[in-house]
């Protein structure tokens, strides 16, 4: 009877196991075609990349027969822009390596003020107990409960008052609140640290600052750093908030918005524009494949209850 | 004598200490004041500010030079007119639009990356090459994806008109362009299965996995009562702050379509986005009315998923 029963928890325990297998070894196939598809993305745009014009019009999806590195060369020439600039309130061409700047400067300035700005509210939160501390814990959970609101007009309105609107400095100081974006990843992060190395510190005499800054903030660096590859990323890439906010300082991802919408009238074939991509996706690419180890590493912890 | 002496004494460094606790009680709350001053600022100005600033708005007329003057309900009216308009249905299927296209995409944005993502924290075969390559839409622009994605679409056509099958061009075809879009931003939206969901499984305390596994727990079971139910918080923060940006957020659409996107395919967001930024001015009475409409709607809904998403929780649900 009981070996009977034993019988019976095994087979069961087999069907359980025979089930979980097949679902990840599924998942997996599935996870490795998923994977697959983005590694075609970018090999067909350099297949293409190199193609005469003409045979990646008509053949798009054929191995190039020719290739013509010179593509890349025409891009790089052809990356540039003419518009109009509102603060200086005259046409101005920017060339690659204006964009190339105004980029580098608003990825690492966006990103930077991303994190440092929730950092500092989230240190404070997580580390001390202050009058007020559950108030503005409640407040930074009800901003991301709250849908975002009308922002768009009324932000525009308030910039274009305030006379920071197209200012690219003015816009990385204002854009990110203390409360909002990796808040809450940070106040985890922070709450969850040991303050042993603090009390050590305090008790050799070191001040709030020196703590924050010098015991904390180290700690806190790698989920930091991860951060930042992700959003140096997100803002490399980001054409939408020139568009909206910053047209006097287009960056790469801008000039390569503009090179696709006049593609027809300015003649500018599926290979040059798939150049021009790939030159721009050079940077991330390059970030992405060195930080490996430091993603690995972050933490990534945060509910919304207080 | 002596002992008053020494009494005297005692409370005066009782005095000493208590000067120097509230000195540095003082010193802590100056470095509060001190460090929170900008992110205090910041949220004054240019989130509680802009927030009043858009409910005003939404009751007033602006011209070209930025002059606000009240405008009543003219704004909502207009909005409401637009949004049952029986010529126009625009705004009214731009309002399903987002709805739908948020359920269809996010089944799948908030399932499967928990999958995969733990299959990656597992570092089952080629999980390791996949995570890499996943990133790929987030590394490279979104325009390249979007031009590769297009390019593809269109030329189904041409590939199954060698078999005698008609396929429409389903980016193109109001019958299917926002199944195709949907269908794009669930094929783009599961990379966060390649950093998130990894490290916060790697976050779990590990003897909960030892545990498990001594109980003979197969992985798929350990994913569901262990993995889940110990992230589950940070789920429900992926998934609130997702919903409560519904009606906002313009997606993908301006990748493909710039601001001329057909109405079939356009989301709430999108309409707003456009009409605030290509309309100029003038139209900004009449969004930030649109905006508030949504946050009515939105914010209800937004307590709503967050009750039930912490009713969900088996580990902290109250």
Redesign the interface.
């Known amino acids: 009877m009981r070996a009977n029963s034993l019988t019976k928890g095994e087979r069961s325990f087999k069907r359980a196991n025979i089930i979980s297998k097949t679902f990840f070894i599924t998942f997996n196939i599935l996870l490795i075609l998923y994977a697959a598809s983005f590694l075609y993305l970018v090999f067909w745009c350099l297949m293409n990349s190199v193609k005469d014009s003409f045979y990646a019009a008509y053949y798009p999806f054929r191995l190039p027969d020719k290739l013509f590195f010179s593509n890349f060369s025409y891009a790089w020439s052809k990356i540039s822009i003419t518009q109009w600039n509102g603060v200086l309130q005259k046409n101005v061409t920017y060339t690659y390596w204006n964009m190339f700047f105004y980029s580098v400067c608003f990825s690492v300035g966006m990103t930077i003020m991303s994190i440092f700005t929730p950092f500092l509210a989230a240190y404070i939160l997580a580390r001390y107990k202050f009058p007020g501390r559950n108030f503005l814990f409640s407040m930074a959970i009800f901003i991301m409960v709250l849908p975002a609101m009308a922002s768009l007009a009324s932000s525009l309105y308030i910039r274009k008052q305030l006379g920071i609107y197209d200012n690219m400095l003015f816009h990385m100081i204002t854009a990110y609140g203390g409360f909002e974006g990796n808040f809450l990843l940070l106040y985890g992060v922070a709450k969850g640290l040991s303050g042993d190395y603090a009390e050590a510190a305090k008790m050799d005499g070191a001040g709030n600052h020196t703590i924050m800054y010098r015991i904390f903030l180290p700690m806190m660096l790698p989920t930091m750093g991860a951060l930042f590859v992700i959003g140096f990323l997100g803002s490399w890439n980001d054409y939408m908030t020139i568009i909206t906010y910053l047209p006097s300082t287009p960056n790469l991802a801008y000039g390569v918005y503009l090179f696709k919408e006049n593609a027809t009238v300015n003649q500018i074939s599926l290979p040059i524009m798939l150049s021009a991509y790939l030159i721009i996706a050079l940077p991330t690419i390059i970030v992405w494949t060195c930080s490996q180890k430091l993603i690995r590493g972050m933490a990534v912890v945060g509910g919304l209850k207080g | 004598m002596k002992y008053k002496y020494k009494k005297q004494a005692l409370s005066l460094g009782q005095k000493e200490k208590r000067l120097g606790l509230m000195k540095e009680k003082v ?3 100056l ?2 004041a001190v ?2 001053a ?3 600022v ?2 004054l ?3 509680l ?3 009043i ?3 005003m ?2 009751f007033a007329k ?1 011209d070209v030079d ?1 002059n606000m003057t009240f405008n009543g309900l003219n704004n909502f009216k207009a909005a409401f007119a637009d949004f049952f308009s029986k010529e126009d249905i625009s705004l009214r299927r731009a309002f399903i639009n987002s709805f739908t296209r948020y359920f269809a995409t996010n089944i799948v944005t908030y399932t ?1 990356p928990i ?2 993502g733990f ?2 924290f ?1 570092k ?4 390791g ?17 979007s ?2 994605f297009e ?1 593809l679409v269109h ?1 189904l056509p041409k590939l199954f008109a060698g078999l005698g099958i008609v396929v429409p061009d389903m980016l193109i075809d109001p019958a299917y362009s926002f199944q195709t879009m949907t269908f794009y931003a669930m ?1 783009t939206g ?1 990379t966060s ?1 390649a ?2 969901y ?3 499984f ?2 779990v305390d590990s003897q909960l996995h030892e545990a498990a596994e001594i109980d ?1 727990c ?4 350990e994913l569901w009562h262990v993995y889940i139910p110990c992230i ?3 789920i ?2 992926f998934v ?2 997702g919903f ?7 997606g993908v659409l ?1 990748a493909f379509y ?1 601001d001329q996107a057909p109405y079939e395919t356009a989301t709430y967001g999108y309409m ?2 456009v009409k ?2 290509f309309g100029g ?1 003038t ?3 009449y ?2 009315a ?3 409409m ?2 009515i709607i ?2 209800p809904l ?2 709503l998923i ?1 009750y039930l998403m ?1 009713k969900g929780d088996r580990i ?1 649900a109250s």
């Open positions: 010193q802590t709350y470095f509060i460090v929170l900008w992110p205090i910041q949220f100005v240019f989130w500010y802009t927030n600033q858009s409910i708005l939404a602006v930025l499967i999958i995969f299959i990656i597992k089952l075969p080629l999980s090459i996949a995570r890499y390559c996943v990133m790929l839409p987030s590394i490279i622009s979104s325009m390249m994806t031009l590769v390019q030329s094929w599961c299965c950093i998130m990894p490290n916060m790697n976050s003979g197969t992985m798929l079971k589950w918080p940070t429900t923060t609130v702050t409560s940006s519904i009606l906002s957020s313009p301006f710039g707003v986005f605030s930024k001015p139209q900004y009475g969004t930030a649109l905006s508030l949504g946050v939105v914010y937004t307590l967050k912490e902290n």
